[in-house]
Structures are given as C-alpha cells and as structure tokens.
C-alpha cells in the first residue's frame, strides 16, 4: 500500500499549497543549459499566437471588404492566405512541441544521471532501510512528472497568456462592447475547470499509485524468488484475487476519471455554445442597427475559442505547476540527502601506499552502531525499521587488531558476534562511530572511495548476480577483462567446466539473481569474479557456505594459490576451513574475546574458540 500512501502525501501537500519560489530557482537551474531552446521556443509562441489573432481578421475583411465588393481575386487570395496561415501554424505548434521535449527530455536526462549518481553515494544503510520501489519512483515516476513543468506546464502558460492578451487585443480594437460581453461570461468557463479540474489531476495520480501498486505485486511474484515463495507457501486463488482487488481498483478509478472528465468536457461545451450564441445575438442586433459589420461578429466569434480555451488553461495552472513541483520537491529531497560514508575532496589513492607499504589492514579503538534511519534516510522513502539503528548501544566495541600484508585472518564467533559488520567497515560500507581503520597506514576516511573498491574485494555469503551473460557478470569487476583472462579466473575458481560445457558458453544468460546456476556454481561464479579483479585485499564473508565439500576443497586449494601474497579476512561457519590462517579473532557481543593460531586457541580450554568448535565437530 505504499503508493496509496504516496498519494495521500502528494494530494495534502497540493491542497492549498503556495508555489515555493526556492524550489521554482532550483527548477529553473536545471533549465539554464538550454536557454537558446527557451529563446527559440518564445520565438515560436510568439508567431504562433500572432497568426491566431490574425487570421480572424482575414475572415472579416472577406466578409466586409472583398464579398460586397464582388472582388473574387482577393476573396481567393486570403482565403488561401489564411489556409497558408493555419499551415504555418501546424509547423509552429510541431516546432515549439520539438523544443519543448527537446528542453523537457534534457533536463530529465540531466536529473536522473544526478539523482542516480547521488542514490549510487549513499551508504550500504541507506539501502537496507528503503525499499527499492520507492527509490524507481523517485528516479522514474516522479522525475518523468516533473517533466510536465517544460513539455507542458511553460508551453501553457507562455502560448496562452499570449494568446489571451493578442486576442483580447483585437477584440476590443473591433468592439468593446462585445469584448465585454465575451468577459463578463469568463466565470462560468472558469468553474467547471476549477470544480472539476483539481479533482481530475487527483484522480489522475491516485490511478498512477495504484497501478503501481499492481506493478509491485506482479515484480514481487513473478521474479524468482517471488515465484519460488509463492509456489511453495502461496495460494495462487488468493495471489489471483489480491491482484483481480487491486486492478479493480484500477478500473473503477479509470470509469470515475473517464466521467469526470466528459463532465467537464460537456459543461465547457455547453457554456461555449451559449457564449457563441450571446455573441451572434448581441452582435447581430448591434449589426443590423450598424454599430458593427458582418464581419466583425464572425471575427469576434471565432476570437472566442482563442479566448475562453486559455483562460480555462490558466485558471488552472496553479495546480498543473504545484503537481508538478511536488514531483520535483521529492527528486531534491533525495538529492538534498547527505551520505553518510562522504570521500573528502582532497581524497588520496589509496593503491600507491598499498604498493609502497603493503596491504596491512588496522583497527584502532573501533566503535560502531548501526545509524539510526532518521540518519540514513528518509520518511518519504517508505522506509522499513531496523532494530539496529534504533539504539545507542554499539554493536563493535574498542576494536583494536592489526593485519600485515599478505596474512590471513578468520574471524569467527557465535551468530550476532558482528563479524559481518567488521568486515563491512573494510570496505568502508560505514564509517566507524569512533577510532580509526587503515589499510597501509591510512584512514580510510581519507582515501577516495574508489580506492578502495579497487584495493578490496567481497565475496558474502548471497552472491548476487545480474540478469545478464557470464562473461557481463564477470565484467562488472573489470570492464576491460579479456576472454582468456575470464576463462583463467573460471578455472581457479573450478567452475570453468560447467561454463564451458553450456552450449553459448561465457555469453549464458543466467536467469534473475543467478537462478539457472546452482547455490555453490551462483558462489564459485562470483569467486571467480573476485579473482579477476584482483585486489590486494580479500574479504570472504561466509564465501564457501554454499559449497559442497568436495567443491570447498577445490576453492580452498584454489585460494591458497591465487590469494597467495594478498591479505585475507575470512568470515567462516566452518571451523576447518580456517585452520591455516594466520590469525584467528574471536568476536562476542561485539568485542574481540580472543585472539591467536588455531592451535593457540584450542589449546585454551575455558576459551569462546575451544567452545564453539567443540559445538561445531561434536555435531559432526
């Protein structure tokens, strides 16, 4: 239901809403790339409208000059100059509509690439806490709302307040007694559009929430995952009637929208039809006693279009503009949204003191907590609670280690020990809430993020993959990765045989999440993916749990060469998998309990370590 909640937002912050000049500036911003588009677009409007006030004084000058005249050669010609005229104005209205996209696309262009660049900033807390729906929403749904502002919002308001003041202009050149008379009835265009109007715009963005809401429940059930669930514990009949419910919903708001917009068609046809028949009877009685020609009443009726259809246009502007500036009001609320993991502008590259000092990783006196979701996100986001950030209370407490270059290091301990949020501060998915963590002597804090992607690689326990080919999952380690150095890392990772055995090879597509390769085949592939980026630093995070054993022998021989001269942090259930490294910590309840070799570790007997394996082989 977070769509129908959306909207509920959206339609309290249109009611009786001010447009806020603040956030027209910062609109505006986005458009200054593309003032000549602006300038050549008010060109275009303004010839536009020219021709539209003129033309119906081509009309009274066949009617008044050239037909009591019998002048046949100029009752052609501009008859034929207004048809010209009519033409011209097609192409405008085709120009001004290219330029007006033209402007609107751009500026979507340049706020999505910003948005998604920002949302790419925000740290590994910010995305656990928000649902993925509603970030789409902000990049596409309210992004493409915001939109309207340059396809349709500036184009209305620029084209027909021209047309209402070029209009009125020859109007009351001709008669200002009739002009006045075409005023006077303004109000009763004006109250259907704004009875009727905002009501539609409303419905017309609950139907968008509520389709997106069918969109949701059709995403959530027919990925894999989603499917999988649903046919193991899911009822299809109540799968089948929770979505019949919602696009119900969606039809009966579509019937509620179709009627109020043909109630507002038909009340502004109605009210034109007797403006246009005021007009004919005032000024047909004003001509046969000649206060005024023929002409000049067909002239003024055909004004009354080119008044009435504007007027209605602006008098409900305010909401189109409002409607629009939320849309663009919750794009900068994401923008405005500081990451929590921030690189300094004067950042340094990390690999050069990798290269000079080696790849030694130390905590000094670490403490950390979860954020708190107020810190990490927001409100709007339909953001889902988590217990973690709620406290105060530090899940790592006055972490103190150190790892020299090419060691490496288990850290085991019971579940909620914090081994995970440990090896996420590696790779800086935070930011400590004290002391300070050094890879080659230097805060991490202090390096560019980039740095250290290239300088630390992550293998965790549920290893995604892109619906993509073999050889595109790979890439996205090193875009650059020849065939022959993809192939290698296959074959250090053991899957090298299942890929080359599949009939398309490296360009497979393996399906949403990995889901046509097996649990242990999903983990090899994104070992191998570790394997050619090649970073000086390894995090495994429970890397080897989806293994077999057979396949976990061949992965651990195949680390014990490829990560040979690499520092290694490893995060393992299995207690024999860790037996060789170089040092063990032991974590519990967020603190650093032991220390030391495996045998220096089973020696004590009293000891967290000495427990837990017990546990662990006593079972076996």
Known sequence: MGGMRSFTQDTEKIKGAKINKDTVIRVLKYAKPYKWFLALFLVFIIIDALIGAWTPLLFKAIIDK??????????????GLTAILSIISALLSIAQRWVSTKIGQGVIFDLQNQLFEHIQKQSLAFFSRTKTGALVQRINGDVM?????????????????LSVVFTLAAMLSMSWQLTLIALLLIPAFILPAKIVGPKLSLLMRESYDLKADATQLSNERFNVSGALLAKS???????????????????????????????????IGTVSAIALAVVYGFGGVMAIKETITVGVV???????????????????????????????????????????????????????????NGSSITFDDVSFRYPKDSEVSLGSLETISDDRGDSDDMILKNITFNIEPGQMVALVGPSGAGKSTLSGLISRMYDPNEGTISI?????????????????GVVSQDAHMFHDTIASNLRYAKPDATEEEMIFALKEAYIYNLVEDLPQGLETVIGDRGYRLSGGERQRLAIARLLLKSPDIVVLDEATAHLDSESEHFIQEAFETALAGRTSVVIAHRLSTIRKADKIIVLKSGEVVEMGTHDELIAKEDGVYHELHDLQFSDD
Do not use: C, H
Request: net charge negative.
């Open 66 to 79: 050239w037909i009591p005249t019998k002048d046949t050669g100029n009752v052609i010609f501009y008859a």
């Open 145 to 161: 709302g915001a939109q309207s502002v340059f396809t349709n919002t500036l184009s209305s308001i620029f084209s027909n307040t």
């Open 440 to 456: 080659a002597g230097k805060s991490l804090r202090e390096v560019s993020l980039d740095s250290i992607r290239e300088t630390v």
């Open 298 to 356: 067909v002239a003024l009726a055909s004004y009354l279009n080119r008044l009435y259809g504007p007027i209605t246009s602006l008098s409900n502007i305010q909401v189109d503009v409002l409607t629009a500036l939320v849309s663009f009001e919750r794009v900068f609320e994401i923008l405005d949204l500081e990451p929590s993991v921030k690189e300094l502008p004067d950042a340094e590259d990390l690999r050069p003191f990798v290269a000079q």
């Open 233 to 267: 514990y899911g009822d299809p009949k109540v799968d089948a009637q929770l979505y019949a419910d919602q696009i119900g919903k969606v039809r009966d708001l579509s019937i509620k929208q179709a009627l109020t917009g043909s109630f507002m068609r038909v009340m």
